[in-house]
């Protein structure tokens, strides 16, 4: 996607309606209008997997999205007010993610609930290069 948005040309989007997610160590960025993205039934609907599934950028998730497991955790650097408030099952799966920090959320329950930019990154061992056919998700460092 050459423009960088979800799947479609887009005209210029309204700076009041843009949302701007950064997946890292990528670099890839992606943009598209608060609300436009149908839901792809990869977790919540808008949240950081969905979004990267409809993007195509790699964000495992053994479970489905489901909060069941905590492959999608990720590291939300930037933009975290913007997100829906992490519920009880999410928080209690996270006491099981690996290197859990203060902007530690399942990428599959954390949603964007305004616009706004948005940077993630998913953590290196949380990166599967060789899994189900699926590309390289970022180079090996």
């Given at each position: 996607?050459?423009?960088?948005?979800?799947?479609?040309?887009?005209?210029?989007?309204?700076?009041?309606?843009?949302?701007?997610?950064?997946?890292?160590?990528?670099?890839?960025?992606?943009?598209?209008?608060?609300?436009?993205?149908?839901?792809?039934?990869?977790g919540r609907p808008m949240s950081f997997l969905d979004v990267a599934e409809h993007c195509g950028i790699e964000l495992e998730h053994a479970c489905g999205?489901?909060?069941?497991?905590?492959?999608?955790?990720?590291?939300?650097?930037?933009?975290?007010?913007?997100?829906?408030?992490?519920?009880?099952?999410?928080?209690?799966?996270?006491?099981?993610?690996?290197?859990?920090?203060?902007?530690?959320?399942?990428?599959?329950?954390?949603?964007?609930?305004?616009?706004?930019?948005?940077?993630?990154?998913?953590?290196?061992?949380?990166?599967?290069?060789?899994?189900?056919?699926?590309?390289?998700?970022?180079?090996?460092?």
């Amino acid at each position: 996607m050459p423009d960088g948005s979800a799947g479609r040309t887009l005209p210029a989007i309204a700076r009041e309606k843009l949302v701007r997610v950064t997946f890292l160590p990528e670099g890839r960025t992606v943009e598209f209008e608060f609300g436009t993205l149908p839901w792809g039934r990869h977790g919540r609907p808008m949240s950081f997997l969905d979004v990267a599934e409809h993007c195509g950028i790699e964000l495992e998730h053994a479970c489905g999205g489901s909060c069941a497991c905590t492959t999608c955790h990720v590291w939300v650097k930037e933009g975290g007010e913007g997100l829906s408030a992490a519920e009880d099952d999410e928080l209690d799966r996270l006491e099981l993610a690996a290197d859990q920090q203060l902007n530690s959320r399942l990428g599959c329950q954390a949603v964007i609930a305004r616009p706004g930019n948005y940077v993630v990154e998913i953590p290196r061992w949380n990166r599967n290069y060789v899994s189900e056919g699926r590309r390289a998700a970022a180079r090996p460092e």
